[in-house]
C-alpha cells in the first residue's frame, strides 16, 4: 500500500479471507487452485483485487487496492466475492464468508510450498485444521514508526471491532459457546492478542525477531497480534475481526479503523499520554468479545470494570466520532451500524439459520449470503 492520504482521506486496504465446500456435503472442499485458475487469479481484477490462495486448500483469499473512499473500496470487496463466487460455483463449490468451518471431516490438505510446510512443521497439531478466515484491514501511515505509535493506542478498542464482527460460532459440526470460536483457535498460537507497547518500529522488530529466535514464530512475518506495524507497507495492520459476513459489514470494519487510526494520530499530536496498557485485562476483554459478541458483556480494559456490550459500542463510536466526522463517514457508518445492532453479528444469524436445520442450514444459509452478493448467484445445494 503506497502513499497514506488520498483525495478523501486516509488510504485503507482490506484482505478476506473465505472456505471453499463441496456443494453436494456442505463440507471444506480442496479447491483452492482450481478457483484460483478460473478467476485468472495471476492477473489483477478490473478493480485491481488481488486473489490468492491461503495455508490450506481450502481456502482462498481477496486483497483490495489501495483505497481513499468507501464507495470504491466497497465495490472492490463485492466485485472480488462476485469473481471468487462465480468461479467456486463453477467448480461444484461453494464460497462461504464465515471465521470458521461448520461442518469438517478432519485436518484439510496444506497448500503447496515451503513457508506453509515450515508452518505446519513449527506449530504442529495447533494448525492442523487451523480453517480459520480473517478480515485484515490496513489503514495508510506516513511510516512504520508512526505505526507503532498508532499502535500503541489501539489496545483499549479492539475488542469492540471483535465484538461487530463476531461470525464463527460453530466449528467441526457444533456450536463451541463463543460468537468467535476462530478468536479462541488463534488465541493457541505464541505471538497472539494484544502486542506489547513498543518505543518504535526497531523495538517492535526487535521483540518480533526475538520470538523468531526462541523458535515459536515461524518467521517475522507470523505474529498474530490483533494489530500491528506492517513488516512490508506504512500502514497499521488490524487482524482483530472474523471474516465478515458481508462485504458492508467488512467496509464497516475499514471505516472504524479508519477512524481509530485518525483518532490515535489527532491525539498523538496534541501530547495527550497513551492509555495505560494491563496485558490480563486487555485479555480478559478480547476473551469477552470473543465470547458474547454484541450480546452480553463487555470489559473495558482500562479500568477493569464490566459492562453491556451494547454501552461499550457507545464509548467507543464518541471516541471516533470526531475522526468519523473529519472524514465525512458518519452517516455511512452509521448506516452500516444496522446490520450488527439491528439484524444481529454474523454469529447471530449462523445461530438463527441453524434452528431451521441443523449445521447443514447454517452452510447453506452462509452460502446465500455469499451468492447474495453477486447478481450470478444460483441454486445453491
Same mark, same amino acid.
Given at each position: 500500500?503506497?502513499?497514506?492520504?488520498?483525495?478523501?482521506?486516509?488510504?485503507?486496504?482490506?484482505?478476506?479471507?473465505?472456505?471453499?465446500?463441496?456443494?453436494?456435503?456442505?463440507?471444506?472442499?480442496?479447491?483452492?487452485?482450481?478457483?484460483?485458475?478460473?478467476?485468472?487469479?495471476?492477473?489483477?481484477?478490473?478493480?485491481?483485487?488481488?486473489?490468492?490462495?491461503?495455508?490450506?486448500?481450502?481456502?482462498?483469499?481477496?486483497?483490495?487496492?489501495?483505497?481513499?473512499?468507501?464507495?470504491?473500496?466497497?465495490?472492490?470487496?463485492?466485485?472480488?466475492?462476485?469473481?471468487?463466487?462465480?468461479?467456486?460455483?463453477?467448480?461444484?463449490?461453494?464460497?462461504?464468508?464465515?471465521?470458521?468451518?461448520?461442518?469438517?471431516?478432519?485436518?484439510?490438505?496444506?497448500?503447496?510450498?515451503?513457508?506453509?510446510?515450515?508452518?505446519?512443521?513449527?506449530?504442529?497439531?495447533?494448525?492442523?485444521?487451523?480453517?480459520?478466515?480473517?478480515?485484515?484491514?490496513?489503514?495508510?501511515?506516513?511510516?512504520?514508526?508512526?505505526?507503532?505509535?498508532?499502535?500503541?493506542?489501539?489496545?483499549?478498542?479492539?475488542?469492540?471491532?471483535?465484538?461487530?464482527?463476531?461470525?464463527?460460532?460453530?466449528?467441526?459440526?457444533?456450536?463451541?459457546?463463543?460468537?468467535?470460536?476462530?478468536?479462541?483457535?488463534?488465541?493457541?498460537?505464541?505471538?497472539?492478542?494484544?502486542?506489547?507497547?513498543?518505543?518504535?518500529?526497531?523495538?517492535?522488530?526487535?521483540?518480533?525477531?526475538?520470538?523468531?529466535?526462541?523458535?515459536?514464530?515461524?518467521?517475522?512475518?507470523?505474529?498474530?497480534?490483533?494489530?500491528?506495524?506492517?513488516?512490508?507497507?506504512?500502514?497499521?495492520?488490524?487482524?482483530?475481526? &472474523?471474516? =465478515? %459476513?458481508?462485504?458492508? !459489514?467488512?467496509? +464497516?470494519?475499514?471505516? #472504524?479503523?479508519? $477512524?481509530? *487510526?485518525?483518532? /490515535?494520530?489527532? &491525539?498523538? =499530536? %496534541?501530547?495527550?499520554? !497513551?492509555?495505560? +496498557?494491563?496485558?490480563? #485485562?486487555?485479555? $480478559?476483554? *478480547?476473551?469477552? /468479545?470473543?465470547?458474547?459478541?454484541?450480546?452480553?458483556?463487555?470489559?473495558?480494559?482500562?479500568?477493569?470494570?464490566?459492562?453491556? $456490550?451494547?454501552?461499550?459500542?457507545?464509548?467507543?463510536?464518541?471516541?471516533?466520532?470526531?475522526?468519523?466526522?473529519?472524514?465525512?463517514?458518519?452517516?455511512?457508518?452509521?448506516?452500516?451500524?444496522?446490520?450488527?445492532?439491528?439484524?444481529?453479528?454474523?454469529?447471530?444469524?449462523?445461530?438463527?439459520?441453524?434452528?431451521?436445520?441443523?449445521?447443514?442450514?447454517?452452510?447453506?444459509?452462509?452460502?446465500?449470503?455469499?451468492?447474495?452478493?453477486?447478481?450470478?448467484?444460483?441454486?445453491?445445494?
Amino acid at each position: 500500500m503506497s502513499g497514506f492520504t488520498g483525495a478523501q482521506g486516509r488510504t485503507m486496504g482490506v484482505e478476506e479471507e473465505f472456505l471453499l465446500v463441496d456443494a453436494r456435503t456442505a463440507r471444506p472442499a480442496p479447491g483452492a487452485t482450481a478457483v484460483l485458475r478460473r478467476c485468472g487469479a495471476r492477473e489483477p481484477t478490473a478493480q485491481g483485487v488481488g486473489l490468492k490462495g491461503e495455508l490450506f486448500r481450502t481456502q482462498v483469499e481477496a486483497a483490495s487496492p489501495v483505497c481513499a473512499t468507501a464507495g470504491d473500496l466497497l465495490t472492490a470487496l463485492t466485485g472480488a466475492r462476485a469473481r471468487l463466487g462465480a468461479a467456486a460455483r463453477a467448480e461444484g463449490l461453494r464460497l462461504l464468508a464465515t471465521g470458521t468451518a461448520v461442518l469438517a471431516d478432519g485436518p484439510p490438505p496444506l497448500a503447496e510450498g515451503e513457508r506453509f510446510a515450515h508452518i505446519a512443521h513449527t506449530y504442529a497439531d495447533v494448525v492442523a485444521d487451523y480453517q480459520v478466515c480473517g478480515c485484515h484491514v490496513h489503514i495508510g501511515v506516513p511510516d512504520r514508526d508512526t505505526a507503532v505509535a498508532v499502535v500503541n493506542r489501539l489496545h483499549p478498542w479492539l475488542p469492540v471491532l471483535l465484538a461487530l464482527s463476531v461470525n464463527s460460532p460453530y466449528a467441526g459440526g457444533r456450536d463451541r459457546g463463543h460468537a468467535s470460536w476462530r478468536m479462541v483457535e488463534q488465541s493457541r498460537f505464541p505471538g497472539s492478542g494484544v502486542a506489547p507497547r513498543c518505543a518504535g518500529a526497531a523495538d517492535h522488530d526487535a521483540r518480533v525477531r526475538a520470538l523468531v529466535e526462541c523458535g515459536v514464530l515461524a518467521d517475522e512475518h507470523m505474529s498474530f497480534w490483533l494489530a500491528r506495524p506492517s513488516g512490508r507497507l506504512p500502514t497499521v495492520e488490524f487482524r482483530v475481526a &472474523d471474516t =465478515a %459476513a458481508t462485504a458492508a !459489514e467488512a467496509l +464497516l470494519q475499514a471505516l #472504524l479503523c479508519r $477512524a481509530l *487510526v485518525d483518532r /490515535a494520530l489527532t &491525539d498523538i =499530536a %496534541a501530547g495527550l499520554p !497513551e492509555p495505560p +496498557l494491563d496485558g490480563q #485485562l486487555s485479555a $480478559a476483554a *478480547v476473551w469477552s /468479545a470473543a465470547r458474547y459478541g454484541l450480546s452480553g458483556p463487555a470489559v473495558d480494559p482500562v479500568t477493569g470494570r464490566r459492562m453491556s $456490550a451494547k454501552a461499550r459500542l457507545l464509548d467507543f463510536l464518541s471516541h471516533v466520532a470526531p475522526a468519523l466526522d473529519a472524514a465525512g463517514d458518519t452517516e455511512r457508518v452509521r448506516t452500516l451500524l444496522d446490520i450488527p445492532t439491528r439484524e444481529g453479528t454474523g454469529a447471530t444469524r449462523q445461530r438463527d439459520a441453524h434452528r431451521s436445520g441443523g449445521p447443514a442450514a447454517v452452510v447453506r444459509f452462509l452460502a446465500h449470503q455469499t451468492d447474495a452478493e453477486s447478481s450470478a448467484a444460483g441454486s445453491v445445494f
